[in-house]
């Protein structure tokens, strides 16, 4: 087997059990067995890793090269011998407080699970984990793979959005604050903005493959696993909800930024123009007074100059007290 391959193991009646080293072999012996399957884990193959892994189980050539090339949308394709189901894990990064998403392919057929995985995130050692103690899931064979893996995933968006919740509620702190000083606020709201729609983008072009499972009838997957697709169905639209409501909140949040920076500009034009118009006062009289003309009232008085200064400096504290009422100062 290539070295690719995570994991690979056969499951007879739920239980992990010994399977030949060859593939071929391994699945012609769970099909025959009737209550076992094949189910091989892959990280990040390349084109000449995986194509024995594709010719062995007979996957499309259409699927391989969208499981090979990655960079998929969340989809479900049905093809003659497999089932392809495309899924974005999303994770969270505590230190640098972003949002990454990696990418996640299963391969469902006869007897057989196939999954490929890109990016670190949503390792499926866990899921595996978890199955494996307990038997009866794992006893419906391929599909109890495909519910587990989907559970899993959905259910990290919820717990990644209430990180989201918690960084959005730091931002609309910072957006009103009674004294802001933060000047890249308006950056960090657009690109927390810019995680949001990376999520999006994880969830809700997965909203309609979720429903097929849930209430279609798909081939490869057992019938009686719809309640248990609509329940991720129900968790999934929950996380999509979450979403959309973070980003309404991110636009609001960055409006009203903008709204503030616009109110603190008036504010600073009405101080500058109050302290500017006090200053006109004694410049005007100042620049009355020193013009060279002989004719000119109380010039000559000696209570004059004493006399000019006081209006000026009575006018100044008198619109400085009439600015300071009105709240320009």
């Not at 910072?174 to 903005?193: H, L």
């Not at 006081?310 to 100044?316: D, E, F, H, K, R």
């Given at each position: 087997m290539p070295s690719v391959i995570v994991d690979c193991a056969m499951y007879r009646d739920g239980r992990r059990s010994a399977a030949p080293d060859d593939l071929s072999d391994a699945l012609d012996e769970a099909r025959a067995s009737g209550d076992a399957f094949l189910w091989v884990g892959m990280h990040e193959p390349t084109e000449e890793e995986f194509e024995h892994v594709s010719r062995e189980f007979r996957l499309h050539k259409l699927a391989v090269e969208d499981a090979l090339t990655a960079?998929?949308?969340?989809?479900?394709?049905?093809?003659?011998?497999?089932?392809?189901?495309?899924?974005?894990?999303?994770m969270y990064d505590d230190d640098s407080d972003t949002v990454t998403t990696g990418e996640l392919m299963l391969f469902i057929g006869d007897s057989f699970v196939v999954t490929v995985r890109h990016g670190e995130g949503a390792p499926l050692s866990a899921v595996r984990h978890r199955l494996e103690h307990d038997p009866e899931v794992l006893r419906h064979g391929p599909t109890a793979v495909l519910y587990a893996v989907s559970d899993a995933v959905v259910d990290h968006y919820i717990e990644v959005a209430a990180e989201l919740q918690v960084d959005l509620e730091e931002v609309e702190a910072?957006?009103?604050?009674?004294?802001?000083?933060?000047?890249?606020?308006?950056?960090?709201?657009?690109?927390?903005?810019r995680q949001v729609l990376e999520f999006r983008r994880a969830t809700n072009p997965l909203l309609q493959p979720m429903d097929r499972l849930a209430f279609g009838d798909v081939p490869f997957v057992h019938e009686h696993a719809q309640p248990f697709f609509r329940d991720v169905a129900d968790h999934l639209t929950k996380a999509s909800e979450y979403i959309e409501g973070l980003d309404r909140l991110l636009s609001d949040a960055l409006s009203a930024h903008l709204a503030q920076m616009g109110v603190r500009q008036n504010d600073d034009m009405r101080k500058i123009s109050a302290w500017a118009a006090m200053a006109a006062v004694p410049t005007m009289v100042a620049g009355i007074y020193g013009m060279n003309f002989d004719h000119m009232p109380e010039l000559r008085q000696v209570w004059g100059y004493p006399a000019v200064i006081?209006?000026?400096?009575?006018?100044?504290l008198g619109l400085h007290r009439l600015f300071k009422s009105r709240g320009w100062l």
């Open positions: 960079h998929q949308r969340p989809k479900l394709e049905v093809y003659d011998d497999s089932l392809f189901v495309v899924l974005k894990p999303v910072d957006v009103f604050a009674p004294q802001a000083t933060d000047k890249n606020t308006a950056a960090r709201i657009y690109a927390f903005k006081l209006v000026m400096v009575g006018t100044c």
